[in-house]
DNA sequence: AGTGCCGGGTC
DNA sequence: GACCCGGCACT
C-alpha cells in the first residue's frame, strides 16, 4: 500500500521503494488482487527493512477501494487527499509487490480512515457503504515511529483527524501496547478486510463464532465466491474483464453484517460452518465434500510446521513457542492471529499428511488427470518480486483445475506489523478443491526484522509447491487471474522466489488410471477377433502368421487372421449349412475362435 | 486364388 | 438382429 505520499516523503527518511528497503528504510507494499464479478481480493504487505538504527517507519497508507475505483480506474480519485501518483508510477514502485492494481488503490479520506479499535468505523466511507466490486483493502497498522529524524513532522502526531486527513496514515506508535490497541487494531484489520469482500453472501447469521483472522478469511473467501457466482462458465475464473459484471450487484453491507462479523470474533470453529453455508455456486458434489473439510492451523513461523486443529491451541503455540509469553495467559494481543495461517483439509486425505502435498504420483495415483498444464496454457507471467516483494509478498491466486476438479483456492490477507519487531504477519487462508483436490496456499515472505530480531516469517512451503500465481495486469490493473491451471509438478523447481509468493501444491483427485500412459499405447478396440487370439493358441502346422508387435500399417483395425481353422476348412463349401452363421455371413467365425 | 472378415446394406 | 455381400488383407 504505497501512496504517493509515502513516495514523496521518500525524502523525509521514508522512501517506498526496493531500493529503500534495501537502503534499510521503509518499504511499503501491497497488492490490489481483483476479481471478476466485482469482487476484489487484495493482500497487502508491509516490509519494513532496517538496515541501520532504527525503524524508520512511521505508517502508511491504508487505502481502499471502493465501486467507483473499480469501475472506472481512469476517474480521478473524488475522495482527494492524497492520490496516488500515476498509476504507471505506482505500478513501478510497487510492481515487485506482485500485483499493484493501479485503479483499484485509492487512498481513503480521512473520515473513513479506521482508527483504532473502532474496526466498525469500516462500515461506511464517508457515509458511503461499501458496496458491490470491491475490493481491496489493505489494512497496515504501522505503529508510529517514535524517531523524528525518520518522520516528517506531518506524520508524527497521533492519528487525529488532520493527520488523517493529511495522509491517510496511522500512526504507529513504538511501543506497541500489548493488549487494548493491539486487538483492536488486529480487529480493525480484520473488520477492513472483510468489508473489502463483496457481501453478496455475506451471511449475518454466520456470526457465531470465529477468530479474527477466521472471519477475515471467511470474508475473503465470500467474496472469493461471489466472483465466482458471477462466472458463468464453469471453468470460473477471476478475470479482470468481469470487473464490471452487472449481473452480481452487491447488495450494501448491512449492519448485520457487521455485527455478525464482530460477534463472531470469539470462536473459532465458525468457519467450516460459514463454508459450508457459502459458496453456493458450487455443486452439490463440493457441498458434499465439505463436510469432510477441517480447518486446521498451521504455525507460519520459519521452520515450524507445527498444525494444530484450533485457533486458541496455534495461538498459544505461537504465544508459547515463537512469542515468548507465557501460555498460560489469555491475554493476547492479537498478534499471534497472524502467524498462522488455516488450511483446510479434506479428512479424507488427511491421513496423507501434509508431506504428501506432493503433486500426484504415478505410482500412486497414476498420472494427474487431464488438467491443462500451466505450460499449457497461457497465462500471464508470476509475479515477479523483487528482494523487496519478497519480504513481505502477498498473493492470491485462483487455481482452476479443470472441470470437476475446479476449486477453488486461495487467498489470504492480512499484514500486520508488529512495532517492535517489524515483523510483518500474514494470514493466509487455503481453501481445499472439490472432488479430492487437494491444495494448499500460503504466503511466505520474510521479514526484516528491526534491531537484529531474527524473526523471520517464512512460511513453510509444503511439498509440490505451485509458482506464485499468475498475474494478470493487463490494462494496468492488478488483477491476479490465475486462471491457469496450475501445473503443481513442475513448478516446485522453477520458482526462483523461494521466499516470496504463495504457492500452491495440489494432489490430484483420486482418478484410477489403469496403467501409466506409456503402457496404454496398444490399447485398443479389442474385437472379438483379437479376443480368439489367445497367447496359447498354438497353431498347426502353420507359422505364426501375425504378430501382434508388428501390426501392418495397412490393415490397421483389421485384425490379424486368425490361425484356427473356421467353418468353410472345416465343412467346405458342400456343408455351409453345417458352417457358423458368421461364417455364413462372411464374419469372423465364432465357431473356430483362435 | 483361396480364405478370413470388415464394413455396409437390406430386410 | 439376421442376413447378405462387396471388398480388402492375407496366405
Known amino acids: 500500500m504505497t501512496s504517493k505520499r509515502l513516495?514523496?516523503?521518500?525524502?523525509?527518511?521514508?522512501?517506498?521503494?526496493?531500493?529503500?528497503?534495501?537502503?534499510?528504510?521503509?518499504?511499503?507494499?501491497?497488492?490490489?488482487?481483483?476479481?471478476?464479478?466485482?469482487?476484489?481480493?487484495?493482500?497487502?504487505?508491509?516490509?519494513?527493512?532496517?538496515?541501520?538504527?532504527?525503524?524508520?517507519?512511521?505508517?502508511?497508507?491504508?487505502?481502499?477501494?471502493?465501486?467507483?475505483?473499480?469501475?472506472?480506474?481512469?476517474?480521478?480519485?473524488?475522495?482527494?487527499?492524497?492520490?496516488?501518483?500515476?498509476?504507471?508510477?505506482?505500478?513501478?514502485?510497487?510492481?515487485?509487490?506482485?500485483?499493484?492494481?493501479?485503479?483499484?488503490?485509492?487512498?481513503?479520506?480521512?473520515?473513513?480512515?479506521?482508527?483504532?479499535?473502532?474496526?466498525?468505523?469500516?462500515?461506511?466511507?464517508?457515509?458511503?457503504?461499501?458496496?458491490?466490486?470491491?475490493?481491496?483493502?489493505?489494512?497496515?497498522?504501522?505503529?508510529?515511529?517514535?524517531?523524528?529524524?525518520?518522520?516528517?513532522?506531518?506524520?508524527?502526531?497521533?492519528?487525529?483527524?488532520?493527520?488523517?486527513?493529511?495522509?491517510?496514515?496511522?500512526?504507529?506508535?513504538?511501543?506497541?501496547?500489548?493488549?487494548?490497541?493491539?486487538?483492536?487494531?488486529?480487529?480493525?484489520?480484520?473488520?477492513?478486510?472483510?468489508?473489502?469482500?463483496?457481501?453478496l453472501v455475506l451471511n449475518a447469521s454466520s456470526g457465531a463464532s470465529g477468530s479474527v483472522p477466521e472471519a477475515a478469511s471467511r470474508g475473503w473467501k465470500e467474496s472469493l465466491s461471489a466472483s465466482y457466482s458471477s462466472s458463468t462458465s464453469g471453468n470460473w475464473s477471476w478475470d479482470a474483464s468481469d470487473q464490471s459484471v452487472p449481473s452480481t450487484p452487491s447488495p450494501p453491507l448491512s449492519n448485520d453484517v457487521i455485527k455478525s462479523f464482530l460477534l463472531s470474533s470469539q470462536g473459532e470453529d465458525s468457519i467450516e460452518e460459514a463454508e459450508s453455508t457459502h459458496f453456493p455456486f458450487e455443486d452439490p458434489i463440493p457441498r458434499k465434500r465439505k463436510n469432510s473439510m477441517k480447518v486446521m492451523f498451521k504455525c507460519l513461523w520459519k521452520n515450524c510446521d507445527k498444525v494444530l486443529s484450533t485457533s486458541s491451541g496455534i495461538q498459544r503455540h505461537i504465544r508459547t513457542m515463537h512469542l515468548g509469553r507465557n501460555g498460560d495467559s489469555d491475554l493476547s494481543d492479537g498478534e499471534e492471529d497472524f502467524y498462522y495461517s488455516e488450511i483446510e483439509v479434506n479428512v479424507d486425505t488427511l491421513s496423507e499428511g501434509l508431506s504428501n502435498l506432493t503433486p500426484t504420483s504415478p505410482t500412486t495415483a497414476g498420472p494427474p488427470p487431464v488438467f491443462p498444464l500451466a505450460s499449457d496454457v497461457p497465462r500471464s507471467e508470476p509475479a515477479h518480486m523483487s528482494p523487496l516483494s519478497q519480504s513481505a509478498p502477498s498473493t492470491l491466486c485462483h487455481i482452476r483445475t479443470d472441470h470437476a476438479y475446479q476449486v477453488a483456492l486461495v487467498f489470504f490477507a492480512l499484514v500486520y506489523v508488529c512495532p517492535e519487531s517489524l515483523l510483518v504477519a500474514r494470514s493466509a487462508r487455503v481453501t481445499r478443491g472439490v472432488a479430492g483436490t487437494r491444495w494448499c496456499a500460503h504466503v511466505s515472505g520474510g521479514v526484516a526484522p528491526a534491531g537484529g530480531s531474527p524473526m523471520q516469517l517464512t512460511s513453510p512451503r509444503p511439498l509440490g509447491c505451485a509458482p506464485p500465481p499468475e498475474r494478470c495486469e493487463e490494462q494496468g490493473s492488478a488483477v491476479f487471474q490465475a486462471t491457469a491451471p496450475v501445473n503443481i509438478p513442475s513448478v516446485s523447481s522453477e520458482l526462483p522466489h523461494s521466499q516470496s509468493a504463495i504457492s500452491v501444491s495440489w494432489q490430484s483427485p483420486p482418478v484410477i488410471f489403469k496403467g501409466p500412459p506409456g503402457a496404454v499405447t496398444h490399447i485398443r478396440t479389442v474385437s472379438n477377433g483379437e479376443k480368439r487370439q489367445p497367447a496359447t493358441h498354438t497353431p498347426i502346422g502353420k507359422t505364426h502368421a501375425t504378430n501382434m508387435s508388428t501390426p501392418k500399417p495397412t490393415t490397421g483395425t483389421r485384425k490379424p487372421r486368425g490361425e484356427a481353422k473356421k467353418c468353410r476348412k472345416v465343412y467346405g463349401m458342400e456343408k455351409k449349412d453345417l458352417w457358423c452363421t458368421a461364417c455364413r455371413w462372411k464374419k469372423a467365425c465364432q465357431r473356430f475362435t483362435d
Request: with cysteine.
Open 7 to 199: 513516495l514523496d516523503e521518500s525524502a523525509g527518511g521514508v522512501r517506498v521503494s526496493s531500493a529503500a528497503v534495501q537502503a534499510g528504510n521503509v518499504a511499503l507494499t501491497g497488492h490490489c488482487i481483483r476479481y471478476g464479478g466485482g469482487v476484489t481480493a487484495m493482500d497487502c504487505g508491509i516490509t519494513s527493512a532496517r538496515r541501520k538504527g532504527p525503524m524508520t517507519v512511521d505508517g502508511f497508507d491504508t487505502k481502499m477501494l471502493d465501486k467507483g475505483s473499480l469501475q472506472d480506474p481512469g476517474k480521478a480519485n473524488p475522495l482527494g487527499g492524497n492520490h496516488f501518483a500515476s498509476g504507471r508510477e505506482k505500478h513501478h514502485n510497487k510492481k515487485k509487490m506482485g500485483c499493484a492494481g493501479e485503479e483499484d488503490e485509492r487512498e481513503v479520506p480521512p473520515a473513513v480512515v479506521l482508527k483504532r479499535g473502532s474496526p466498525t468505523h469500516r462500515q461506511t466511507l464517508n457515509g458511503q457503504r461499501q458496496e458491490n466490486h470491491v475490493h481491496l483493502e489493505c489494512v497496515a497498522l504501522l505503529r508510529r515511529s517514535q524517531e523524528p529524524r525518520c518522520r516528517p513532522p506531518s506524520r508524527v502526531a497521533d492519528p487525529s483527524p488532520d493527520e488523517l486527513h493529511a495522509s491517510s496514515h496511522i500512526p504507529v506508535p513504538r511501543n506497541r501496547n500489548p493488549s487494548g490497541h493491539a486487538d483492536k487494531e488486529v480487529m480493525a484489520a480484520t473488520v477492513l478486510s472483510t468489508l473489502s469482500t463483496s457481501p
